[in-house]
């Protein structure tokens, strides 16, 4: 976890693979009580600390990440969140080559919660929602592409779901049709950019995470 931009009000984390934004079943520490003893100790505040969780990216899944230091500035980009307002921007390092070279996706999407999975249907349903994304290549080798992602709409596993149901899933992600797994266990996804008004001062923020190591590599080829 790397600190990339913090103020008075809200702070945004480079997440490692691995780690979980949000307590679940598992028990593991979340990054949420990180930030919280984070902002214990660097600002020496007694008793509980206000940290809220914005949004979440999946385990596996590195990359930007919000949290509020306020409640105010946490109802407002949860607001800001739902009206469509925090503009996030995907890198991922696909298995073999996206034809066309740019293009968008729509499908049905319909989650399995018992194996923490989505599926792309064509049955239109109660549980399906209209999913749709857009991307562009960024690189091209000879066994991956490295695909820029905007999500046009924010379902549970959605990038993951809809890349590999086209013949092109993401390095690593043996849940959605990878060949093999990544050695840090993660998946070559990456929550890459966010851009958004900040819901205080209302000027423009615009924040990037690196380029995962799989991903440097192949734009340096």
């Known amino acids: 976890m790397e600190v990339v931009y913090e103020d008075n009000h809200i702070i945004i984390v480079n997440k490692a693979a691995g780690e979980i934004v949000q307590g679940d079943k598992t028990g593991d520490r979340p990054l949420s009580e990180e930030m919280k003893e984070y902002l214990k100790q660097k600002y020496n505040k007694p008793g509980n600390v206000f940290c809220g969780v914005v949004h979440r990216i999946d385990r596996p899944v590195s990359g930007l990440v919000i949290f509020a230091k306020t409640s105010k500035a946490l109802t407002r980009l949860n607001d800001m969140l739902r009206e469509g307002k925090i503009h996030k921007t995907y890198w991922a390092l696909v298995e073999g080559k996206r034809v066309p070279a740019e293009d968008k996706i729509e ?115």
Do not use: C, W
């Open 107 to 221: 499908s049905l999407l319909i989650s399995d919660g018992r194996l923490n999975k989505t599926f792309v249907t064509d049955r239109p349903g109660s549980d399906a929602k209209l999913s749709r994304l857009r991307y562009k290549t960024v690189a091209t080798g000879d066994h991956y592409t490295l695909l820029e992602v905007e999500l046009l709409t924010g379902r549970k596993h959605q990038i993951r779901a809809q890349l590999s149901s086209t013949g092109t899933p993401i390095k690593g992600d043996l849940k959605y049709g990878a060949r093999r797994s990544n050695r840090d266990g993660g998946i070559s996804l990456l929550a890459r950019r966010i851009e958004f008004e900040h819901p205080v001062s209302h000027q423009p923020i615009a924040v990037e995470a690196p380029p995962l190591p799989d991903m440097l590599k192949l734009l340096t080829q």
